[in-house]
């Protein structure tokens, strides 16, 4: 059983600027919570106990943000609202952190998890990206597929072509519906891209994706991609991707921040 979740939220979020130089993208509002709550809950509701949040220097705030409050407890029970206090306690999950101290790159940021995993599979998921969908959550769907497998699973979806320069691509055989073996993956293709399907921020690894990393030299960006990681891994390790069944956002892009408010708002209110 995978019980364990990596959130690399150390990144500086420089889409979002100039909002991230104070609000880090993770404590964006949704809907009275932030960002990154929607992914705790995601990753509980698929049955992961253990949370490694990657953090930096200026995200203090999402720790405060798990912590609890006792002051504002205190003042809930003296103004007789102890209902809200519901909605402030912590989630039911064991919650670490661990700094970044530099920005570079997610494989870096990944690789600072590997005492935290020890010899077990673990998921990783990227804070910019939401999932809604309407049965099964996307980390289920991943798990439930690496229970199948027994290897490597990372999210898909397909995009517009224009689009694909900024994710990484896979080359992938399919072998049965929305199901793929990955052949071959690249980051960030600015030519020739290998097909339309983008990698998302959900994975699910073994841990041998530690060593892989740790040999690594910077690439695109000057950093350390995850995405080169799992081309090394593709030459020893099978890796799958599943083509999701639900709805991603990105919130580092303002009108798909908008479309996931306006969408919850709506949900929250009855009417979709």
Request: proline share 6%; with cysteine; glycine share 6%.
């Amino acid at each position: 059983m995978i019980k364990k979740a990596i959130i690399p939220a150390a990144g500086m979020g420089t889409r979002s600027l100039p909002i991230t130089k104070v609000l880090p993208k993770e404590m964006f509002p949704i809907c009275g919570r932030p960002a990154i709550d929607y992914l705790v809950e995601e990753a509980i509701e698929a049955g992961i106990e253990e949370i490694l949040i990657v953090t930096s220097r200026s995200k203090d705030m999402i720790i405060d943000y798990y912590d609890r409050s006792i002051e504002l407890e205190e003042h809930l029970k003296a103004k007789h609202k102890s209902d809200l206090i519901k909605i402030i306690t912590p989630p039911n999950v064991h919650l670490q952190y661990v700094r970044q101290i530099e920005p570079t790159g997610l494989g870096s940021a990944i690789l600072l998890g590997k005492s935290f995993v020890g010899s077990d599979p673990f998921v990783v998921m990227l804070p910019d990206e939401i999932m809604i969908t309407k049965e099964e959550n996307i980390l289920t769907q991943l798990i439930n597929m690496y229970q199948s497998h027994k290897g490597n699973i990372i999210a898909l979806k397909k995009v517009r072509k224009n689009e694909l320069k900024h994710y990484g691509v896979v080359e992938a055989e399919e072998i049965s519906k929305e199901c793929y073996k990955v052949l071959d993956i690249i980051e960030k293709p600015q030519l020739n891209p290998p097909s339309q399907l983008a990698v998302i921020g959900r994975y699910v690894f073994d841990p041998e994706i530690f060593q892989y990393l740790s040999d690594l030299k910077p690439g695109v960006g000057a950093e350390i991609q995850l995405t080169d990681g799992i081309q090394k891994m593709l030459a020893n390790k099978d890796c799958y991707g599943i083509e999701i069944n639900g709805d991603r956002y990105d919130i580092a892009q303002e009108t798909e921040y908008v479309k996931l408010i306006n969408f919850l708002f709506h949900k929250l209110n009855g009417k979709v």
